[in-house]
């Protein structure tokens, strides 16, 4: 089976620590995927220490989506079934999205420009919210 690693895929990381790293993924919308370090298949590989500041990682990117952007909605996925390995998508939805409300792998029901504030702005208040409460 082929085992990806980070180095094997393009990426704007937004964050990195010993146990994840956090890209963006292109996309209309502001979507971050946080990955671990090692590659761990299920959650259930995760040690408690490790699985907690996942969850806290994934609670403090959708909080600064929220007070960001102020989507419609927030998704959250984990499926890495043609990526075997744990990471958690974090998407802000708006109801003018071009899926919406599809999921953003679903069917395209228009083709909507958004206007959304700059994104490297976005990227600093994770990295900085980051710093602070995750080690």
Known sequence: MLQLTKT????????ENQYF??????SQIPWLKVFTQEPHKELSEL????????????NIIEKEMIAYYKPTKINIASFANMLPRVHIHVMARFEDDNYYPNPMWGEKLRDNELYLPDEE???K???TTLQKYVQ
């Not at 094997?8 to 964050?15: A, E, R, V």
């Not at 040690?47 to 994934?58: D, H, T, Y």
């Open 121 to 123: 702005k976005f990227f």
């Open 8 to 15: 094997d895929l393009p990426m704007h990381i937004i964050f």
């Open 125 to 127: 208040r994770v990295f």
């Open 21 to 26: 790293y956090i890209e963006k993924e292109e």
């Open 47 to 58: 040690s408690a220490e490790v699985r907690s500041q996942l969850w806290e990682i994934v």
